[in-house]
């Protein structure tokens, strides 16, 4: 199993940890409801270096990666991050990925599962003219996220970077070692993502830590990040999207640029939009207590119409919510469902996402 | 992690704790900690009859949930009913207040059948391994 360079950080902090995509990483460090809790009222620390990192180069690059993406790459400012799914010709989701644009090159950070499947996609389709290299293993990655994720990096990274717009970046130092910081996350909240050498990992670990501390900054591990991105109605690929899924049923549309010109899923998502959509990932609340989990059959009028993709209990509403596909008639909000829980069903209801809509985080 | 000697466990991390031929009903602190928060508690009525290593309650936390066992047959005569609105204190004293079930055993000699310290003590080494 791989290790990130805080592992031993976290076991001594107390961690349970567990396997994910082939890395040991924390899963919980003192509970769910608390490292939440602290991410949406004070500041949480993430350990997400198991994310992958590519680095795409040429003079073309900007080009290339506008025929791989749905979003506009092409648009995008230095010092820009971008959210884009990329697809296949079916317009399937081979994974959702940000793109940070440097002046010389582009950062593509991809999901941990998908590391292999996205280098070699992007590799075969890959033009002369333009590199694609896997920083993945040459790159720590933490998140600091939460209303105090300014107060605590204050004094410790450049003042510009305090001053980022939400998904902005900039390359400086936190702690005096070599970074790229980034106002981005994936919780809803205002916060950082910081990118650098794992060499430096106990440097930069122990200064947040200790600048943390005045501010609460607790450590959070990968079952509040699940939690937390649920409330915001956020994808998790693998669970609410994948290969099967195309981004205008999974309510990404936002991502999807047609007037761009062509690009790997266009051709499938133009008469998907002119035709409209079959089915479509709807969020839903439960009025009791019983949660719903991924697999689970969704019902309506007493027969099957989709499975949940991600379910939890909400611990900032304080209660069950989840996501799924549903056929389009009932996506509406306020459209009753009910939730196949072993021989029980549950009362949901239709809601808008996201779940929660009291984050810092600014637009 | 150390479990109490006053109590005996299933290999599904129930205890079960006997007191004047009843028998209390809770999950270990193996379990809730693989559980993570617990955020509620489904429990039979009493009066039901539990059939031995079927299943009598869900216990659902935020990022899982778990059927619950009967460690042995017999009658539900009393159910935690501080769990409804504090399914927290399964976490916070899962031997003490955060019990789940009384039963009256249908055989009083089943009790003692359930998993020594030792041997539960083994067995959670083994699947931690």
């Given amino acids: ?363 | 992690m150390g479990f109490p000697d006053d109590v005996r466990y299933t290999k599904e991390h129930e205890w079960a704790r006997e007191e004047g031929g009843l028998v209390t009903v809770g999950i270990t602190s193996w379990a809730t900690d693989q559980l993570g928060d617990v955020v509620f508690v489904e429990l039979p009525e009493p009066g039901r009859a539990l059939e031995a290593g079927k299943p009598f309650g869900v216990v659902e936390a935020v990022k899982t949930v778990s059927d619950l066992f009967a460690p042995l047959a017999g009658e539900v005569v009393e159910v935690n009913t501080l769990l409804a609105d504090n399914p927290a204190v399964v976490n916070q004293a899962p031997y003490g207040d955060g019990w789940m079930v009384r039963i009256r055993p249908s055989d009083p000699k089943a009790f003692a059948q359930l998993l020594s310290h030792d041997d539960y003590e083994k067995l959670v080494e083994e699947q931690h391994a």
């Fill in chain 1, 1 to 363: 199993m791989k290790q990130t360079p805080f592992t031993e950080f976290h076991r001594a902090a107390g961690a349970k940890l567990v396997e994910f995509a082939g890395f040991e990483m924390p899963v919980r460090y003192t509970g769910d409801v608390r490292e939440h809790l602290a991410v949406r009222n004070t500041a949480g620390l993430f350990d997400i270096t198991h994310m992958g990192e590519f680095e795409v180069r040429g003079a073309q690059a900007g080009e290339w990666l506008d025929r791989m993406l749905t979003n506009h790459v092409g648009g995008m400012a230095i010092g820009q991050c971008l959210y884009s799914p990329m697809c296949r010709p079916d317009a399937g989701i081979v994974d959702d990925l940000l793109v940070y644009r440097y002046a010389d090159r582009f950062m593509l950070v991809v999901n941990a599962s998908n590391m292999a499947k996205d280098f070699a996609w992007l590799d075969s389709h890959r033009p002369a003219g333009i590199s694609l290299e896997d920083r993945s293993a040459a790159t720590a990655l933490l998140a600091v996220q939460g209303p105090k994720a300014s107060a605590v990096l204050a004094g410790h990274v450049p003042a510009a970077a305090l001053d980022l717009g939400f998904y902005r970046f900039t390359e400086g130092g936190i702690f005096g070692v070599p970074a790229t910081v980034s106002r981005t996350g994936y919780t809803g909240e205002d916060g950082f993502e910081l990118y650098f050498e794992p060499a430096h990992g106990a440097a930069v670990w122990e200064g947040l830590l200790r600048a943390g501390e005045p501010h609460g900054l607790e450590l959070v591990g990968l079952g509040a990040r699940d939690t937390l991105r649920l409330e915001m109605g956020y994808m998790l690929y693998g669970n609410d999207i994948d290969d099967t899924t195309t981004p205008l049923e999974a309510g990404l549309g936002w991502t999807v640029k047609l007037a761009k010109g062509e690009f790997h899923g266009s051709a499938v998502l133009a008469k998907q939009k002119a035709e409209g959509l079959k089915r479509r990932l709807v969020g839903f609340q439960l009025e009791g207590r019983r949660v719903p989990r991924h697999g689970m059959n969704i019902v309506a009028g007493g027969r099957t119409v989709g499975q949940v993709t991600s379910g939890t209990f909400s611990p900032s509403l304080e209660r069950p919510i989840g996501m799924g596909y549903v056929e389009t008639a009932l996506a509406a909000n306020g459209t009753a469902l009910e939730i196949q829980a072993g021989s029980s069903l549950l009362a949901a209801r239709v809601t808008a996402r996201p779940f929660y809509t009291r984050g810092s985080h600014r637009s």
